[in-house]
């Protein structure tokens, strides 16, 4: 039987391009629901913005690498989970927040700011915990990353979407209310359907290596979002912080880690398998949580009807 690193998925550079830009599009559809006084109000609460990146940044990576020690996969699957957590908030954690009536200008600027501050702190974070596991040690040898290349693209792909979506909501209040639930509903299509043809492209794979990587990342994930949450209630924060605290932990730019484990890794099968398993489980994930979450009204609310 083939082993899990010579595994190469059916990702060519169109088929990234074409899930960031979904991705992208997913982001524009929740930013046409926001408004710049929202986020305003957003940084009223520095407490919550700090708890969020310190879930992110510090915490997840940190479970992540406990999660390895205690589980001990391969070394090129612990890798590429210490790489999903230390990627940038992905952005479809805003869909859930907002679908789950979290607080979306936080989970907005908390995506943001994680987004920035993962040119430093991805880097730092791979190679700090993989320098303590001697066969991520090994793998890590030859890997390099150009920061500037990541922040160039992520500020293309989250910035300009949110850009335009909130500059529309601004200058054209109607235009975006009569938008705003076709382009959602649009553009939730557009990524199930992308999401649906990756998992067929790649079946064989998922088929022959899944048992390997599926109950790990159930955990891995589980633990992220479930980590988040008790963070920020333990931190004293209001339900809807809480939620979007949840989702920013739990909700990873696996696409953007699949684009460097292809640029910096050759593709190397654990690391992408896993990478990609967790891009298709957090949205399932993600979905179950947030239709929770929406039935289940915050204090003083009913519940919300609709997604």
């Known amino acids: 039987m083939m082993h899990i690193d010579q595994a190469h998925l059916n990702f060519n550079p169109q088929a990234l391009l ?3 830009l979904t991705l992208a599009l997913v982001m524009f559809g929740v930013a046409l629901d926001l408004k710049l006084s929202d986020f305003r109000e957003a940084l009223k609460t520095p407490k919550a913005l700090a708890i969020g990146l310190v879930s ?10 406990l999660l390895v020690l205690l589980l001990d996969p391969l070394p090129s699957i612990g890798l590429g989970m210490l790489l999903v957590s230390a990627c940038p908030a992905g952005h479809i954690s805003n869909f859930f927040t907002h679908r789950a009536g979290g607080n979306a200008a936080l989970s907005v600027s908390i995506s943001t700011l994680s987004t920035v501050g993962a040119v430093f702190m991805m880097p730092l974070n791979v190679a700090f915990w993989a320098s303590h596991h001697e066969g991520m040690r090994a793998i890590m040898r030859d890997f390099s990353l150009d920061p500037v290349s990541m922040l ?3 500020s293309i792909l989250l910035g300009l979407p949110l850009a335009l979506g909130l500059f529309i909501s601004h200058r054209y209040p109607a235009l975006a209310k009569r938008a705003l639930k076709p382009m959602r509903i649009f553009s939730l299509a557009v990524f199930a359907v992308f999401v649906s043809g990756a998992l067929l492209a790649n079946w ?10 599926v109950g790990l990342v159930f955990i891995h994930n589980a633990c992220a979002l479930s980590g988040g949450y008790a963070l920020a209630r333990l931190s004293g924060l209001a339900e809807r912080d809480c939620r979007a605290v949840a989702f920013e932990t739990g909700i990873q730019n696996s696409g953007l880690g699949l684009v460097l484990i292809f640029n910096f890794f050759g593709g190397l099968g654990g690391m992408a398998i896993v990478t990609a398993w967790w891009g298709i489980w957090h949205i399932f994930a993600g979905m179950t949580l947030s239709t929770y979450w929406m039935k289940k009204p915050l204090p003083g609310q009913a519940a919300r009807k609709g997604a």
């Open 18 to 20: 074409a899930l960031n």
């Open 56 to 65: 992110h940044h510090i915490l997840f990576p940190a479970a992540t690498f």
């Open 152 to 154: 160039v693209d992520v």
């Open 204 to 213: 064989k794979f998922f088929i022959a290596f899944g048992a390997m990587v």
